[in-house]
C-alpha cells in the first residue's frame, strides 16, 4: 500500500478526476469525427444511389445503364481519389455489369444485409463501405444494385486521430500531476507553517503562532483556530504556574511557622501556660493550614473540570439566613448590628451547594473586615425579573487601586496594614470561578474606610 504525502494525494485525486474529464472528451471528439467522416461517405454512397437507379435499364432479364460512357467517367475507371465500386446483380446471383475499377475483383452480395443498410465489409484486402439496393420492374424484384466507396482514407484519418489521442493523454496527464502538485503545494504552504511552528512549541516556549494566511479560507480559519488554542493553553499554563508558585509559598507559610514556634519551645524546659500558649498557636496555623488546602482543592477542582451541576429551584431567602446563623457567634462577639430585607420569598434555578459557598465567603468577608459595631444589610429585590442579591458591611473597604485584583488568587489588599486578620486570599477568587459557572453576575463597589457592597444579579 502506496503511502502518499497530503500534497500527492491531492494531485493524485485531480488527476484521477481529470482523466476521467479528458477520456470522456477525447471519446467524444473521436466518436464526432469518426460520424462525421462516415457521414461524408454515407452521403456520397447514397448520391451515387440515385444516380445510378434514375440511369439503371432492364431488359431482357438485363441489367445495365442508359449511356455506356458512364462507366468511363474517372470514378469508375480508376483506384484513386474517391473511387466508387459499381455492380450490377441479376436475380440468379450472377454479376449483370461491373464498374470497370473493379477489374478482375467483385463486390460480394450478403443476403443477411437489410436492403438499404449501409455497413463496412472488405474488398480483398481493401475496407470499403457498401450498399444493396434491390431492382424492380412491374414490382418484380430483377436484381441488385451494389454501390461501395473505399475507406481506406478514412481509417486512416480515424487510426492518425487515435494514435494522437492515445499518445497525448499520458502526456496531459503527467504534465497536469506536476501543475497539480505544485499549486497542490502551494495551497496547503499554511499547513507546512503549522508542522513547523508545532515542531517548536514546546511548554518552555509557547510564544510562537502560525503565520496566518493572505486568502481567508478554510485555512485560514484552521491556522486562526489554533493560534487562539496556543493563547488559552499559554494562559492557561501561567495560571498554573503561578497558582503552584502561590500555592507552595502560602502553605510553605504555616508550616514555618509551626515549624519555629516548635523550635523555640524545645530549646528548654517550659511551664504549663508557656506550653499551652504555644500549642494554641500551632493549632491555630494548622487549621489555617486546613483552610488553605480545603479551598486549593475546591479551586482546582473548578480550574480543572466542570463539575456536574445540579440545577434546581433554590430558596435564597433560606441560604442567606442559614448562613448568617452560622456566624451568629461572630456577629454577636463583634456586636454587628445586623439588617435583613426580604419582601418576599425569593427562588432561583440554580446549584443550591455552590451557591452556598459563594454567599459563605462573601458574608464571611463582611464580617471579618468589619470592626466592632459596625452595621451589615443583606437585601434580596426583583427587579424586572432579575432577583439581585445585596450584602454590604461598613467595614474597612477595599481601596480603589485594588478593586481590579481582589478576583486574583492569593490577593490580599492591603495584607500588611490587616496583618491581624487571618485570610488565604482565595475566598473571592473561589466566588468568581462559581459565579461564571453558575452564570451568576457580581458586582462589588467599595470605598476605603466606608465598607463594601457586592452585588449578585441571578438572571
Known sequence: MFRFSFKNRIAFNYI????????????????????????????DILIEVDKHLSEVVLKNNHIG?????????????????????????????????????????????????????????????????QIQVPLYQNQIKRGYLLIAMPLEDAKMVLQNLFKILLFTYPLIL??????????AGRSIKPISSIIETSNIITKDNLK????????????????????????RIENTIEREKQFTSDASHELRTPLTVIKGTLEVLIRKPRNQEEYHEKINFCVSEVNRLNDLVDQLLLLARFENQKKSLKIEKTYLNAILLDTIARYSNVI???????STAFAMDYYVNTDGYLLTIIITNLISNALKYSNENANLFVNITDNNGIIECQISDSGRGIAAADLDKIFNQFYRSKSIENSDIKGTGLGLSIVKRLCILLNIEIQIQSKENSGTSVFLRFH
Open 65 to 129: 445503364l442508359n449511356h455506356d460512357d458512364e462507366w468511363k467517367e474517372r470514378e469508375h475507371n480508376t483506384v484513386a481519389v474517391n473511387p466508387v465500386f459499381v455492380q450490377f446483380y441479376d436475380t440468379k446471383g450472377s454479376v449483370a455489369e461491373k464498374s470497370p475499377n473493379l477489374k478482375i475483383q467483385t463486390l460480394k452480395f450478403h443476403p443477411e444485409i437489410k436492403d438499404y443498410e449501409l455497413f463496412d465489409t472488405r474488398l480483398v484486402r481493401n475496407a470499403i463501405r
Open 16 to 43: 484521477i478526476t481529470t482523466a476521467m474529464l479528458i477520456f470522456v472528451v477525447f471519446f467524444a471528439i473521436f466518436s464526432i469525427v469518426k460520424y462525421s467522416v462516415y457521414s461524408h461517405i454515407n452521403s
Open 332 to 338: 454577636s462577639s463583634k456586636k454587628i448590628q445586623l
Open 208 to 231: 510562537s503562532r502560525i503565520p496566518l494566511p493572505q486568502n481567508q479560507d478554510e485555512l485560514y480559519v484552521l491556522s486562526q483556530t489554533i493560534n487562539n488554542l496556543l493563547d
Open 174 to 183: 503527467i504534465l497536469l500531476f506536476i501543475i497539480a502538485r505544485i499549486i
